[in-house]
C-alpha cells in the first residue's frame, strides 16, 4: 500500500544551534594550538588541549536534539517519527483504542496543554489531540490526512 506522510521541522533553535557549532570549531583550532605549543616542551598546555577536546565534544553532543523533524506516516496505520540528524525515534503508533479530538479555535486548551506537541502550526492544518495509553499528542493533520484516519479506523472526531 502507498503511504501518506506529512513533516514538521523544529528548527526555530537552529540559530542556538549554529552558535555552539561555531564555539566547538573555536576550540578545535585552540586545541591545535595548545597542541603545538605542548609538543614543543610546554608540557602544561596538555592539559589544556584535554579540557579543549572535552569541551568540544559536549558542545557537538549538546546540539544533537535541538533541531529535528516530525515526520506522520499513515501506511496501515497512523505512525509518528521524530528524526534527529543521527537517529529516527518512533513516538506514537495508533493502534486499538484512542480519542481525537479538535482543539482549533480555543475549543479544549487545557487538552492540547497537556499534551505533547508534534507539529509546527502551518496553515491549512488543523490541530487535534490523540489520547491513547493515557497519553496526550498534539497533531496538526491536514484533511486528507484527517479523512485517513477516520476512514480506517471508523472513528469520528469530537
Sequence with gaps: MNSYSLVYNF?????????????????DILDVAFLVFAISGDYMKFAFLAAG?????????????????????????????RIYPHRQESVLSIAGDFDLTYCGDGRNADLLA??????????????????T??????????????ALILSFYGKKAD
Design 114 to 131: 497537556q499534551a505533547e506537541k508534534l507539529y509546527v502550526h502551518e496553515g491549512d492544518a488543523r490541530i487535534y489531540v490523540v489520547s
Design 11 to 27: 528548527d526555530a533553535k537552529k540559530p542556538l544551534k549554529t552558535a555552539l557549532l561555531v564555539l566547538a570549531f573555536g576550540t
Design 133 to 146: 495509553c493515557g497519553k496526550n499528542y498534539a497533531l496538526a493533520l491536514d484533511d486528507y490526512m484527517l
Design 53 to 81: 577536546i572535552v569541551l568540544g565534544i559536549v558542545l557537538r553532543l549538546s546540539t544533537l536534539k535541538l533541531v529535528y523533524d516530525v515526520k506522520y506516516v499513515f501506511r496501515d496505520g497512523l505512525e509518528v517519527y
